[in-house]
């Protein structure tokens, strides 16, 4: 049985796709930040968001977070939560 070094294993990363635009300093948020920005009060909430698909730069063990992206991805998310919400019912006026 031959042995393989880590090495000679061709692991492709997938790459991600970048638009070319400049991002001012005010455009990328902390975790704390963006409590802030979302009125958040837990940081759980955050991290639960990012495994929904909330797009996340991660720095280490710090992560940033792009506003404009935050907001795109909040968008689609409440027009999905929209068309997939249960029909409200109407109220009898006799109840």
């Known amino acids: 049985m031959k042995m393989v070094h880590s090495s000679e ?6 790459r991600l796709k970048v638009k ?3 991002i001012g300093p005010e455009e990328i948020l902390t975790t704390m930040d963006l409590q802030k920005f979302l009125k958040i ?12 698909g909330m797009p996340v730069i991660k720095a280490g063990r710090n992560f940033r977070f ?7 991805f909040l968008r689609r998310r409440t027009k999905m939560l929209k068309l ?3 029909v409200q019912i109407k109220r009898s006026k006799h109840a």
């Open 9 to 14: 294993i061709d692991v492709k990363k997938p």
């Open 41 to 52: 009060n837990h940081k759980r909430t955050i991290y639960d968001l990012i495994k929904q």
């Open 20 to 22: 070319a635009t400049s």
């Open 66 to 72: 792009i506003k404009q992206e935050v907001l795109n």
């Open 84 to 86: 997939t919400s249960p």
